[in-house]
């Protein structure tokens, strides 16, 4: 991540001759895909703890893409839950 915040950086001041900017816009692009590739890794392994039914906990993989809709689901919960308690 770095290496492409200097590369931002110095592609910016705009002090490089064109060659050197194509090659350095080059280069960031491949520390973009490769800093894109890391998150895909760090998101695929995100964990949750889990309360099993006998009171214990466990860890789990976290789906992304379903946690969205669970989270809407989840908000719907909370609304009726709040309903219920006035």
């Known amino acids: 991540m770095t290496a ?3 590369v931002v950086e110095r592609l ?3 002090e490089l001759s064109l060659e050197e900017s194509v090659r350095l816009f080059e280069e960031g692009v491949h520390l973009s895909n490769a800093c894109k590739l890391e998150l895909e890794k760090a998101e695929g392994r995100i ?3 889990v309360e ?3 009171g214990g906990v466990q860890v789990a993989e976290m789906d992304l893409e379903d946690e969205d809709l669970d989270a809407d689901e989840d908000d719907e919960d909370l609304d009726d839950e709040v309903e219920d308690e006035e």
Do not use: H, K, N, P
């Open 47 to 49: 964990q949750v703890l």
């Open 52 to 54: 099993t039914q006998g």
């Open 4 to 6: 492409l915040e200097t």
């Open 12 to 14: 910016e001041r705009g």
